[in-house]
């Protein structure tokens, strides 16, 4: 076997560049993986199938154990190529393997775990056609050598499709009984497959309404015929696609069954009589189309479909900084002392124990050729001269937000306070600055940073915790920061988000003391202001009304007070915010 294994080997290896070929006589990829045993399988992470790829380092990878078993030995370019039409077509990379997916699984509401199955049909189906229909490679060989019969009736709708596609006989890859149900749907599956071969993502959709019904009656048995052809199923595997806290334009719009799409069924436009022969694309109408922001829990569940395996926290984390980062600003910095410039002040000898890269080997060669550490070499001595631009030392930033039962869970739905927050920790980070944030929900529980740090990653991941206890941020954990025994190196602007119970919460008493003591106190010392944004309907009318003394009572503690109507108003705040209070450096 060993010896029949090495043959193969030589032969598909010497096949490789003709498979390339097939696509472009440029396309660089490195050679497939070939695995000859199953423990090499194992390790690539081949299962099931006798072929696969990966994205992520954009390989290919062989059983050739499998290929011999299954006697599939002289189709090496059909199979090669075919897998580079995975990575030269579709799906092609990890963002579009990605879209696909998220378009896929509208199809397939309630079975959106059949997925990445269904998107390798669909993928294989885009491929084979070509290969087959425009490049006379004999992909019906490939199938024919080892197509079986099954239970499964999308595996039936499946072939059929096969057949329809290259107009062979009945029963030559679909082994089984066809209604005429299923033969019409295996009709309008082949034109969407050729009227979508130049738009393929568009059609994604559209393929998945068409299974679905296929894929609810029998799951299990669609899942045992399909594991063998499965070869992109985990393509995205270790990858991390971009891009996809929005849907694509046109994504809600490509989502119907292809009986309903005039370009696939001929049906006339209601509102002209006109058959429409073919599809409006957004780029093409004349209009600009909004993009819609996805969910935080849609958002996971598709990097989780596409093979990303990360604790949700961290894909939440990762969704609210995609979302934050159009939004950033670089955050205002405030005038201190002038900055200084390095000014040369003559030589001394260089110890032993001094850095290496204190050495001046120059003024060194110059004192003697004879180089003795400790005697002849010598350091730079530098002062410092002031310079000709003034010093700016960014505002350092405290974040506290309302992380109470009234707030929702930023992995699961969306929540404006950890945007608008995101977006003020990141311009903060970049302008410079270092950033404390407290979630807070009293009385109950409260996380936040290790102090002021000046990692991303460290703050939104505190920031897409979920406490849900108590009905307020707690105004009393301003005291571990600030107090008259604390040194605040930096001035520091607190910024609170909450809403209307952190009125409630400023009459409680904490160590002895009443919220409003302790903000008071907060403000006099963090240095740099401080701001209240408090999310109340009709704010704006109850600052003119008889309890607007409430809010005067807020700004003569110290603090400014903003007002929003609704959360998702917040992100207009994180702007506004920033460029007026900092944006002039002062």
Known sequence: MSTDIASLRSLWQSKWSSALSVWSPYIQLHEPIWCETLAEEKEAGLTGSFAMIRLVDHSVVISLRQIAERGLESFAVEILAHEIGHHVLCPADLTDNARLLSRIRRGLPGL???SPMVSNLYSDLMINDRLQRSDSLDIVGVYSKIVEKSDSKLWLLYMRMYELLWKLPPQSLALGVVDERMNQDAMLGTRLIRSYARDWLGGGGRF??????YVEQDKEAAMKAFKVWCDAIGAGNGGFPDGLSEEDADEAGSVMHPAEDPALSGILNASDGQSNSGRVRSEDSGTKSDKKSRGPFEYREILEASGVHLDPREIAAIFYRERAVPHLIPFPSRVSNQSTDPLPEGLDIWEVS?????????????????VVPGITTRERLMGTSPGAEPERIPLDLYLGVDCSGSMPDPAINMSYPILAGAIMVLSAIRA??????????????????DGFIRDPKACL??????????????IHRLAETFSPKA???RPVHVLIISDSDMFRMLEEKGSGRVGWDVARETASLCGGGATYVLQIAGGANILNSNAGYKFLDMKSSGWNVHLVDSMDELLVFARQFSQSKYGVMR
């Open 461 to 474: 991941q505190v920031m897409t915790n979920y406490l849900g206890t108590g009905y307020s941020f707690g």
């Open 354 to 370: 001094s850095p290496l890269e204190q050495i001046d080997w120059w003024a060194t060669l110059l004192n003697s050729p004879e």
């Open 487 to 489: 040194k605040i190196p």
């Open 112 to 114: 959106e775990s059949y």
């Open 432 to 449: 410079g600055a270092n950033v404390k944030v407290v979630l807070s929900g009293e009385p109950g529980k409260s996380i936040s940073t």
């Open 208 to 213: 998945a309404c068409l299974c679905f019904p």
